[in-house]
């Protein structure tokens, strides 16, 4: 699809036309509605505030907002995911009223689908951003991505808010796990294969780059609570993800609803417009999140009232407005024009913004409606990316053989005849599987869970064979009489291990909010309790976060992270606890040993000053980290030259060889260290990473291209450029210097 710029020569495109043309027959009111989003919900037949099932439109609302007002999109889902044919219905019935309105423009749908279609029932959904990140594949993530516009699309939804591009540097923070871990290369390269995936692939589709920025990075680690940070390290951490996935033709963008430095995000014109459309370029449509414009003067109060922060929120730089309940934004809106605060030609700027997207997506061909039901594509296309992902995204964290029932070899793969028990609180449970955005906001109603789909205990008895698996469910509240009832269940079956499925039960935004960041203390119990009996334990981590757990680690001879791995995501985990699959994840975050002990892996010198051997820096496990079925090993780094200037790139290679008997699916991480910067220089930077396939017994050799110009950091003038001098690259601890002149 063509982005969004406009033609290179003098000549007016097709669409340049029509859009002018349009624009010049618009109302002020009109262009206003184009400017305003309102939610499903808001037009849905209610009672008491509360939507009546089976859901249908209130008309006498429907009617108000999209033939009176003429609200140019809407959102959400009215509170759970419907069948395409019940999205069919919803979308013809939007559309055949907006084509009463004065403007007949098509309604621009936009919805959350940010782990497959998770709105819509029966769909295939994949891992959570944080499990695709522990891919580091970006084929894979592009494919997801692709999967995911086919399907929504056919429900005649041409909008996703996707992909995350915050961030997870905190694991406090409820949204952690709908990122692509804390690092900014990372998050980048897979940002923008996203984007490619949603915007280039079979049908009209466009991705929003969510939150612009700084959102995940609050002084509390809660969900929109103040953030302090400085125009530098925005630049130097959160800017480059959004910069790349700009750059890569992304057609909308969503403002982070918390505030930096005092100034709530919706309000600064400096970061939405001076940085966003005159630096950036970015030429795409910028979209409140949910009420922000309503929260600069109920939440922040910098405004006096609605209309003061409707006049803030357009002179910083928004083009629509998420209102999302009711409408006064058009109100405040038009006010503001009709009295000369806001000036028509400001307007006319978001409403081209708007239009073009709704070319773009081929809104003015089809009228916006939906696709012939008949057409919507059969799940079995897309089942096989999802699945792939998960299992490539399982990450094995602890694998150890000292335990008297495998005195021999690490525990994994659970070999032998034995029997497995399967226990603990995610164990039973499709939610804690797909984590929050599922079926619901909060993805914990089972209702909406994709039937047929295993939660792990299934999984596990599809893979070992339903007589080799004992199983116990637990709900996240067990207390002391169920880790008894366990306990005597164990002491029945005698398996050869147990394996946990502990971590989290699904939440979304504030709702996860938390005060500490441990596991849970009846988990540990639990954990204690069954290492008392001698038993090999399995630790499964379903979550959205790294809880601590240091004081159980121990206890633990293995450990596995599954993040949130989606529909697929019980089969992904059985595959790897039996062997079939030789696990290639990698932690895309560092998990933290305690609690108010979190650095990311790129922390400053000064970080790790305290006189210990740990240096001040023992995470649990480090950024990166990830175990395999066989043993690589890197040797003979080198590099072709040991001076380079700055348009130079470096070539050198590394030998990586094989010595076991399967397969890796190796993760070459190439990180820098600068040794003297005019900014504090991190003790290192990832610069570049790549996946490669080594055979049983082989060497490969890799190629490393490192272009200067990627080891750039901002500077104090706020320009990113690369300071001469000496560095070191560092893969899998092996070390070669070099000198930049
Ligand atoms: C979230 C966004 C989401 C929007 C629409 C907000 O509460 O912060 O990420 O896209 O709702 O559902």
Avoid at 485 to 500: E, G, Q
Wanted: a negative charge; aromatic letters at 10%.
């Amino acid at each position: 699809m063509g982005g969004c710029g406009s033609a290179a020569t003098g000549e007016k495109s097709d669409k340049q036309v029509f859009i002018d043309s349009l624009l010049s027959t618009m109302s002020l009111e009109a262009k206003v509605g184009e400017m305003t989003q309102l939610t499903l919900g808001a037009i849905l037949q209610k009672e008491k505030k509360k939507i009546i099932e089976p859901q249908d439109f209130d008309s006498l609302r429907a009617a108000e907002a999209l033939i009176e007002y003429q609200v140019g999109s809407i959102l959400n889902c009215g509170n759970h995911a419907h069948t395409p044919a019940k999205w069919h219905e919803f979308i013809t019935g939007i559309q055949e009223r907006a084509a009463l309105k004065e403007s007949r423009i098509p309604v621009l749908y936009g919805i959350d689908a940010i782990h497959g279609p998770t709105y819509t029932s029966e769909a295939v959904l994949g891992p959570q951003q944080i499990g695709l990140a522990a891919t580091w594949n970006e084929e894979l993530v592009r494919k997801n991505a692709a999967a995911t516009a086919a399907q929504v699309a056919a429900c005649g939804i041409p909008w996703n808010f996707s992909p995350v591009l915050d961030l997870g540097r905190d694991p406090r923070w409820p949204r952690f796990w709908e990122t692509f871990g804390e690092d900014p290369l990372l998050a980048s390269r897979l940002g923008v294969a996203m984007v490619d995936g949603y915007q280039n692939g079979e049908v009209p589709f466009a991705a929003t780059l969510k939150h612009f920025f700084g959102y995940g990075f609050s002084l509390s680690g809660k969900d929109r609570t103040p953030a302090w940070i400085p125009e530098r390290e925005l630049r130097e951490y959160f800017l480059p993800s959004f910069k790349a996935a700009i750059d890569a033709g992304a057609m909308s963008i969503m403002v982070n609803s918390g505030e930096i430095n005092g100034i709530p995000v919706h309000a600064n014109r400096h970061l939405l417009t001076d940085l966003l459309r005159d630096e950036l370029g970015f030429k795409g449509v910028v979209v409140t999140d949910w009420a922000d414009i309503k929260y600069l003067y109920k939440r922040h109060k910098v405004a006096e009232d609605y209309k003061e922060a409707t006049r803030m929120a357009i002179e910083a730089g928004i083009d629509m407005s998420m209102v999302p309940l009711d409408l006064e934004f058009s109100e405040a809106l038009v006010e503001l024009v009709q009295e000369g605060t806001v000036s028509e030609e400001r307007i006319d700027l978001s409403v081209r913004r708007i239009l073009n997207m709704k070319w773009e997506l081929a809104l003015f061909e089809t009228g916006g409606m939906p696709p012939a039901l008949q057409n919507y594509p059969d799940k079995s296309r897309f089942e096989g990316t999802a699945a792939r992902a998960a299992l490539e995204s399982i990450t094995v964290l602890k694998n150890e053989g000292q335990h008297a029932v495998y005195p021999d070899r690490p525990i994994l793969p659970i070999g032998g005849t034995g029997k497995v028990f399967v226990t603990g609180p995610t164990a039973h449970s499709l939610n804690a599987l797909n984590g929050g955005w599922t079926g619901t906001w909060q993805g914990n109603n089972p209702l909406y869970n994709t039937p047929g789909r295993p939660h792990l205990a299934e999984a596990m008895a599809g893979h070992f064979g339903a007589d080799r698996i004992v199983d116990a469910p637990l709900t996240m509240d067990f207390d002391s009489e169920d880790i008894d009832r366990i306990v005597r269940s164990i002491k029945t079956a005698r398996p050869a291990c147990v394996v946990l499925g502990l971590g989290e039960m699904p939440y979304t935004e504030f709702v996860g909010n938390d005060e500490d960041l441990s596991l849970f203390s009846n988990q540990k119990e639990l954990v204690r309790t069954i290492h008392a009996l001698n038993v090999p334990i399995v630790g499964v981590f379903i979550e959205g976060r790294p809880r601590t757990f240091a004081d159980i680690e121990p206890l633990m001879d293995a450990v596995v992270m599954a993040y949130l791995p989606g529909d697929y995501g019980g089969q992904a985990i059985a595959q790897v606890l039996d062997g079939s699959y030789n696990p290639s994840g990698r932690l895309p975050f560092t998990w933290p040993r305690h609690p108010s002990a979190h650095l990311t892996y790129d922390h400053k010198h000064a970080d790790r000053f305290e006189p210990d051997s740990s240096g001040g820096f023992y995470p649990q496990y480090p950024f990166g980290h990830g175990l395999s079925y066989t043993t690589v090993e890197y040797s003979n780094f080198s590099l072709k030259d040991s001076i380079y200037h700055l348009g130079d790139t470096i070539r050198g290679t590394v030998e990586i060889s094989n010595a076991g008997e399967r397969t890796a699916n190796e993760l070459v991480l190439v990180f820098a260290q600068d040794h003297v910067a005019s900014i504090t220089p991190s003790v290192r930077r990832l610069r570049d990473f790549k996946r490669v396939y080594v055979g049983p017994g082989e060497t490969v050799t890799y190629d490393l291209k490192l272009p200067i110009s990627d080891l750039s950091f901002v500077h104090r003038d706020l320009k990113d450029r690369v300071e001469p001098g000496a560095f070191t690259l560092v893969i899998n601890e092996i070390t070669a210097d070099f000198k930049v002149e």
